[in-house]
Protein backbone atom coordinates (compact mmCIF):
# COMPACT_ATOMS: atom_id res chain seq x y z
CA UNK A 1 0.00 0.00 0.00
CA UNK A 2 1.37 2.92 -1.22
CA UNK A 3 0.89 6.62 0.42
CA UNK A 4 -1.51 7.74 -2.39
CA UNK A 5 -3.87 4.69 -1.18
CA UNK A 6 -3.75 5.95 2.26
CA UNK A 7 -4.17 9.40 1.52
CA UNK A 8 -7.21 8.38 -0.88
CA UNK A 9 -8.46 6.33 2.13
CA UNK A 10 -7.92 9.42 4.61
CA UNK A 11 -9.85 11.51 2.32
CA UNK A 12 -12.63 8.95 1.28
CA UNK A 13 -13.06 8.34 5.30
CA UNK A 14 -13.38 12.52 5.59
CA UNK A 15 -16.51 12.18 3.46
CA UNK A 16 -18.34 11.64 6.66
CA UNK A 17 -18.03 15.31 8.21
CA UNK A 18 -19.99 16.75 5.24
CA UNK A 19 -22.06 13.74 4.74
CA UNK A 20 -23.42 14.53 8.07
CA UNK A 21 -24.09 18.45 7.09
CA UNK A 22 -25.55 17.15 3.74
CA UNK A 23 -28.40 15.03 5.90
CA UNK A 24 -28.96 17.76 9.16
CA UNK A 25 -28.74 21.17 7.49
CA UNK A 26 -30.81 23.72 5.41
CA UNK A 27 -30.36 22.83 1.76
CA UNK A 28 -28.50 25.85 0.98
CA UNK A 29 -26.14 24.42 3.57
CA UNK A 30 -26.14 21.09 2.25
CA UNK A 31 -25.33 22.60 -0.73
CA UNK A 32 -21.85 23.33 0.06
CA UNK A 33 -21.17 20.32 2.13
CA UNK A 34 -22.24 18.66 -1.42
CA UNK A 35 -19.26 20.54 -3.17
CA UNK A 36 -16.79 19.78 -0.72
CA UNK A 37 -18.02 16.24 -1.06
CA UNK A 38 -17.64 16.47 -4.82
CA UNK A 39 -14.29 17.62 -4.50
CA UNK A 40 -12.62 15.08 -2.04
CA UNK A 41 -13.99 12.59 -4.23
CA UNK A 42 -12.39 13.92 -7.16
CA UNK A 43 -9.33 13.79 -5.34
CA UNK A 44 -10.21 10.30 -4.05
CA UNK A 45 -10.50 9.44 -7.70
CA UNK A 46 -6.92 10.98 -8.08
CA UNK A 47 -4.95 9.44 -5.54
CA UNK A 48 -6.64 6.36 -6.51
CA UNK A 49 -5.35 6.91 -9.94
CA UNK A 50 -1.58 7.69 -9.37
CA UNK A 51 -1.65 4.69 -6.44
CA UNK A 52 -2.15 2.00 -8.68
CA UNK A 53 -0.25 2.93 -11.43
CA UNK A 54 -3.08 2.99 -14.26
CA UNK A 55 -2.75 5.97 -16.44
CA UNK A 56 -6.25 4.78 -17.81
CA UNK A 57 -7.39 5.45 -14.82
CA UNK A 58 -6.39 9.23 -14.71
CA UNK A 59 -9.46 9.99 -16.97
CA UNK A 60 -12.09 9.01 -14.40
CA UNK A 61 -11.04 12.45 -11.56
CA UNK A 62 -11.36 14.61 -15.23
CA UNK A 63 -14.83 13.53 -15.91
CA UNK A 64 -15.97 13.48 -11.93
CA UNK A 65 -14.83 17.12 -12.12
CA UNK A 66 -16.83 18.25 -15.14
CA UNK A 67 -19.94 16.59 -13.53
CA UNK A 68 -19.25 17.46 -10.29
CA UNK A 69 -19.15 21.14 -11.03
CA UNK A 70 -22.09 20.62 -13.62
CA UNK A 71 -24.00 19.13 -10.84
CA UNK A 72 -23.50 21.76 -8.47
CA UNK A 73 -24.42 24.28 -10.51
CA UNK A 74 -28.01 22.99 -11.69
CA UNK A 75 -28.45 22.60 -8.20
CA UNK A 76 -27.17 25.91 -7.16
CA UNK A 77 -29.88 27.04 -9.75
CA UNK A 78 -32.20 25.02 -8.49
CA UNK A 79 -32.28 26.34 -4.70
CA UNK A 80 -32.28 29.36 -5.33
CA UNK A 81 -34.91 29.63 -7.43
CA UNK A 82 -37.35 27.54 -5.38
CA UNK A 83 -36.75 28.50 -2.02
CA UNK B 1 14.33 7.28 0.32
CA UNK B 2 14.38 9.71 -2.61
CA UNK B 3 14.30 13.62 -2.81
CA UNK B 4 10.93 12.95 -4.99
CA UNK B 5 9.47 10.76 -2.07
CA UNK B 6 10.02 12.37 0.46
CA UNK B 7 8.49 15.60 -1.48
CA UNK B 8 5.25 13.14 -2.44
CA UNK B 9 4.83 12.60 0.60
CA UNK B 10 4.87 16.19 2.05
CA UNK B 11 2.60 17.44 -0.30
CA UNK B 12 0.28 14.44 -0.16
CA UNK B 13 0.04 14.84 3.44
CA UNK B 14 -0.38 18.41 3.29
CA UNK B 15 -3.29 18.27 1.23
CA UNK B 16 -4.98 15.73 3.12
CA UNK B 17 -4.43 18.04 5.96
CA UNK B 18 -6.15 20.86 4.66
CA UNK B 19 -9.00 18.92 3.54
CA UNK B 20 -9.30 17.80 7.13
CA UNK B 21 -9.35 21.17 8.08
CA UNK B 22 -12.31 22.44 5.00
CA UNK B 23 -14.31 19.42 5.95
CA UNK B 24 -14.29 20.54 9.81
CA UNK B 25 -15.44 23.81 8.88
CA UNK B 26 -17.70 23.24 7.11
CA UNK B 27 -19.44 21.04 9.76
CA UNK B 28 -18.10 23.06 12.82
CA UNK B 29 -19.51 26.61 11.60
CA UNK B 30 -23.46 27.38 11.65
CA UNK B 31 -23.39 30.08 8.81
CA UNK B 32 -23.13 29.50 5.04
CA UNK B 33 -20.96 31.83 4.11
CA UNK B 34 -18.57 31.12 6.66
CA UNK B 35 -18.86 27.57 5.39
CA UNK B 36 -18.18 28.60 2.13
CA UNK B 37 -14.81 29.78 3.00
CA UNK B 38 -13.83 26.76 3.56
CA UNK B 39 -15.75 25.11 0.69
CA UNK B 40 -13.66 27.46 -1.27
CA UNK B 41 -10.09 26.20 0.22
CA UNK B 42 -11.42 22.67 -0.01
CA UNK B 43 -11.54 23.36 -4.04
CA UNK B 44 -8.34 25.26 -4.31
CA UNK B 45 -5.82 24.45 -2.01
CA UNK B 46 -6.22 20.85 -1.40
CA UNK B 47 -6.04 19.76 -5.53
CA UNK B 48 -3.24 21.86 -6.04
CA UNK B 49 -1.10 19.97 -3.33
CA UNK B 50 -2.49 16.61 -4.05
CA UNK B 51 -2.13 17.25 -8.00
CA UNK B 52 1.76 18.42 -7.11
CA UNK B 53 2.37 15.15 -5.11
CA UNK B 54 1.02 13.19 -8.15
CA UNK B 55 3.05 14.88 -10.41
CA UNK B 56 5.94 14.76 -8.82
CA UNK B 57 5.67 11.08 -9.73
CA UNK B 58 4.25 11.18 -13.12
CA UNK B 59 5.91 14.46 -14.64
CA UNK B 60 5.33 14.42 -18.69
CA UNK B 61 3.23 11.01 -19.06
CA UNK B 62 -0.63 11.00 -20.00
CA UNK B 63 -1.26 10.84 -15.93
CA UNK B 64 0.76 13.88 -15.62
CA UNK B 65 -1.00 15.65 -17.93
CA UNK B 66 -4.86 14.40 -16.83
CA UNK B 67 -3.80 15.86 -13.42
CA UNK B 68 -3.11 19.07 -14.91
CA UNK B 69 -6.30 19.39 -16.43
CA UNK B 70 -8.50 18.04 -13.34
CA UNK B 71 -5.82 20.82 -10.77
CA UNK B 72 -7.26 23.63 -13.57
CA UNK B 73 -10.89 22.67 -13.76
CA UNK B 74 -11.06 22.77 -9.56
CA UNK B 75 -9.36 25.84 -9.14
CA UNK B 76 -10.64 27.92 -11.94
CA UNK B 77 -14.02 26.61 -12.11
CA UNK B 78 -14.42 26.23 -8.13
CA UNK B 79 -14.19 29.71 -7.08
CA UNK B 80 -17.33 30.42 -9.86
CA UNK B 81 -19.14 27.96 -8.16
CA UNK B 82 -18.62 29.16 -4.61
CA UNK B 83 -20.04 32.84 -6.00
CA UNK B 84 -22.98 31.17 -7.68
CA UNK B 85 -23.81 29.64 -4.44
CA UNK B 86 -22.97 32.97 -2.31
CA UNK B 87 -25.64 34.88 -4.83
CA UNK B 88 -28.17 31.46 -4.39
CA UNK B 89 -27.71 32.07 -0.28
CA UNK B 90 -28.01 35.92 -0.24
CA UNK B 91 -31.13 35.27 -2.38
CA UNK B 92 -32.58 32.66 0.20
CA UNK B 93 -31.48 34.56 3.35
CA UNK B 94 -31.94 38.37 2.40
CA UNK B 95 -34.40 38.15 -0.57
CA UNK B 96 -31.94 40.16 -2.58
CA UNK B 97 -28.17 39.65 -3.73
CA UNK B 98 -27.54 43.45 -3.53
CA UNK B 99 -26.38 44.94 0.28
CA UNK B 100 -29.62 45.32 2.10
CA UNK B 101 -30.33 49.07 3.64
CA UNK B 102 -29.45 48.18 7.07
CA UNK B 103 -26.26 47.14 5.26
CA UNK B 104 -25.43 50.36 3.51
CA UNK B 105 -26.10 52.28 6.42
CA UNK B 106 -23.76 49.93 8.31
Known amino acids: MNAFLIAATALLTMLVL ?17 EVCGTTVVLV ?16 PVVAALSVWTGSLIFVRFVGRFR | MKTSDILVDLFLALGVAVQ ?16 LHYAGTAT ?17 STGGISTIVVMALLVVLGPALA ?15 EATDAERSG
Not at chain 2, 44 to 60: D, E, N
Open chain 2, 83 to 97: IATARAARRIDFGQV
Open chain 1, 18 to 34: PGFVVLRARPIDALVAL
Open chain 1, 45 to 60: LLCLAAGFHQSVYFNV
Open chain 2, 20 to 35: LISCVGVVAFPDVFDR
Open chain 2, 44 to 60: TVSPLLIGAAVLTRYTT
